[in-house]
């Protein structure tokens, strides 16, 4: 196919995408296009399920390669908005569980309220004994919950607690980010490998252990009994103490009760 064969079908394919918007808005409609192999319409809408008086004391969460976010409200439910909302649950002995339907469509041009994403609702009152995530090309966002042990399983996507209260937080990341803020734990324990973990205001009571490969570990505004920060083919830094690019290793505090960190080809920074 030569180049002006190709510019006549692009172009085309723009007039027809073009048709389908003016008569979308036309009608009254809020249009959302989706381009796969050309233009077409999509349907986008919401559903919403609850669980009135459940009795949840597990929450396992499948994000998939959709945005889920975990938040605090009235009662158990799961909200769901896109092209795909067809939300799996499953409710049995005290046990919830959440499949996120597929997003096939990343690309959408919106003429009308269109945000993407699964909200499950935990009540006020609701205390957990475990939370499991998992997210594959997808994001979780959990925002003040108050969990005995949580667990977290992130491959080429990301998650970030916000306040989150709880004992034990084990997580593995592969090429992904963690974000942790206004954390209070016992415990932490991360693996990753070509992954970002970053923590602002982290209190840690307990001994705990961050490893990995290829990334950068950062954190802000933190406390916990020790630190013993190491690291190959890197470098460690820590506010208010001297050293260079050269410096691989720091060590304070308790140390049977120390956070350990270690690199490999990656950077640990500690900043107040």
Not at 37 to 66: C, M, R, Y
Not at 167 to 181: K, M, R, S, W
Not at 220 to 236: C, K, R
Request: hydrophobic residues 35%; charged residues 20%; without cysteine.
């Amino acid at each position: 196919m030569d180049l002006k064969k190709t510019l006549i079908i692009g172009a085309a394919g723009m007039v027809l995408g073009g048709v389908m918007i003016v008569g979308g808005l036309s009608a009254g409609a809020e249009t959302n296009i989706a381009w796969d192999k050309g233009p077409k319409i999509v349907n986008v809408s919401t559903t919403h399920k609850t669980f009135k008086d459940a009795q949840v004391q597990n929450l396992e969460v499948d994000a998939g390669n959709n945005l889920v976010e975990i938040v605090r409200g009235t009662e158990w439910g799961v909200k769901a908005t896109g092209t795909s909302n067809k939300v799996l649950t499953d409710l049995q002995d005290k046990t919830l569980r959440i499949d996120a339907p597929d997003d096939n469509h990343h690309m959408i041009f919106s003429f009308g309220n269109y945000d993407p994403k699964v909200t499950v609702t935990v009540p006020f009152s609701a205390n957990l004994d475990n939370l499991k995530i998992t997210t594959t090309n997808g994001g979780m966002i959990v925002q003040g919950q108050n969990v005995k042990n949580t667990t977290v399983s992130n491959s080429n996507g990301g998650v970030r607690f916000e306040n989150l209260q709880g004992d034990q937080l084990n997580i593995t990341t592969t090429n992904g980010a963690i974000a942790l803020e206004d954390t209070n734990l016992h415990a932490v324990h991360s693996k990753s490998q070509n992954s970002a973990f970053k923590a602002e205001n982290l209190t840690l009571t307990d001994a705990s252990d961050i490893t990995s490969t290829n990334g950068m570990i950062k954190l802000e505004d933190s406390h916990f009994p020790g630190l013993d920060a190491s690291t190959h083919n890197g470098y460690v830094h820590v506010e208010d103490v001297q050293n260079g690019d050269d410096d691989k290793s720091y060590q304070t505090g308790d140390a049977t009760k120390a956070l350990k960190i270690q690199t490999t080809n990656g950077v640990i920074s500690i900043e107040n």
